[in-house]
């Protein structure tokens, strides 16, 4: 999915670019090369850039990489993101992140038809997963991604205050039709203002998936949780060495072995679980289920003695 308008604002260029829609998927060469004329005409169209480099990428044309940094150079905010599709040519994907500009554009397009699609086509059931797992009421909770709501609705009853916050404007508009949360914000996660001792709960249902290296929100997170608070989020599963990968379908998944060290370090003690998390391609998603709780200060104190003690035997 291209998340903006794929006109090139000439009609000639853009004449063009239909002749090569036309011709797909029975001829990307002839394709490719029609709209590499229509980007003659129209060179600082990025959408034109992105969907070159996405025929040939698909079709194993020569020059997709070509492609994808000329629609980079267009759009330097990414709102395509040409970056992903750029790292998914590379052997090892040198990403850490999605383009916080391409996510927000990409869930502004999504959010009216979001739920019709995940959860009544794709059988997502994140926030039930979620849910399951935790016991008891939290005086302060904090709902990180929070969409449109599924998950403040599983929240609710379990929560004295409840916040959600979100990077789509049109997400949290549809999340504001429900009634469940005290307070919405938009808020991108990678930007984060310090917060110590805030909440009681955080979650995050379905919002790994578009981020990479997690040390920096765990890290937030610990500090923002209460002492004794809880952490939990899914994560789609990738059993193979590497912390984390991106995906063919311009996901992250993560390893349990990175994430459970990467918890411990931060201060937690986590319980993990597996279960199908949604269909892709009439594929089950598979998903770990993390439910972690930050250890008071003396816990971790108690915790390195005795792993300096196991060391030293």
Not at 95 to 101: K, L, T
Not at 247 to 276: I, M, P, Q
């Amino acid at each position: 999915m291209i998340p903006v308008s794929m006109s090139s604002g000439d009609l000639i260029a853009d004449r063009r670019a239909d002749y090569a829609e036309a011709m797909l998927p029975d001829d990307p060469a002839a394709a490719s090369d029609l709209y590499a004329q229509a980007l003659q005409i129209a060179p600082a169209w990025a959408a034109g850039w992105y969907r070159l480099g996405d025929i040939r990428a698909t079709a194993g044309l020569p020059e997709a990489d070509t492609a994808f940094e000329a629609a980079l150079a267009a759009d330097p905010t990414d709102r395509l993101g040409a970056s992903l599709r750029l790292d998914l040519l590379r052997e090892r994907s040198l990403a850490d992140s999605m383009p916080p500009a391409f996510v927000e554009a990409l869930f502004d397009q999504y959010a009216a038809k979001f739920e019709k699609s995940l959860v009544g086509k794709l059988d997502y059931c994140g926030p039930d997963l979620i849910a399951g797992g935790l016991t008891g009421r939290f005086e302060r909770v904090l709902d990180m991604g929070c969409g449109t709501g599924l998950m403040g609705q599983q929240l609710r009853p379990i929560a004295g205050w409840l916040e959600g916050w979100d990077i789509s404007s049109e997400m949290l508009r549809e999340a504001r039709t429900k009634g469940v949360y005290d307070v919405l914000a938009k808020r991108d996660l990678a930007t984060l203002d310090l917060q110590v001792n805030q909440w009681d709960l955080i979650t995050a249902a379905d919002v790994f998936i578009y981020v990479g290296s997690l040390e920096q929100i765990v890290g937030w997170v610990s500090r923002a949780l209460n002492a004794g608070g809880q952490f939990a989020f899914t994560v789609e599963e990738h059993t193979g060495q590497q912390a984390y990968v991106l995906r063919d379908s311009c996901r992250y998944a993560h390893a349990r072995h990175h994430l459970e060290d990467l918890l411990d370090e931060a201060g937690f003690d986590a319980r993990f679980s597996r279960a199908v998390l949604r269909q892709d391609r009439d594929q089950p998603v598979w998903a770990m289920i993390v439910h972690a709780t930050k250890r008071h200060p003396g816990q971790n104190a108690t915790l390195r003695r005795q792993q300096g003690e196991e060391m030293d035997a």
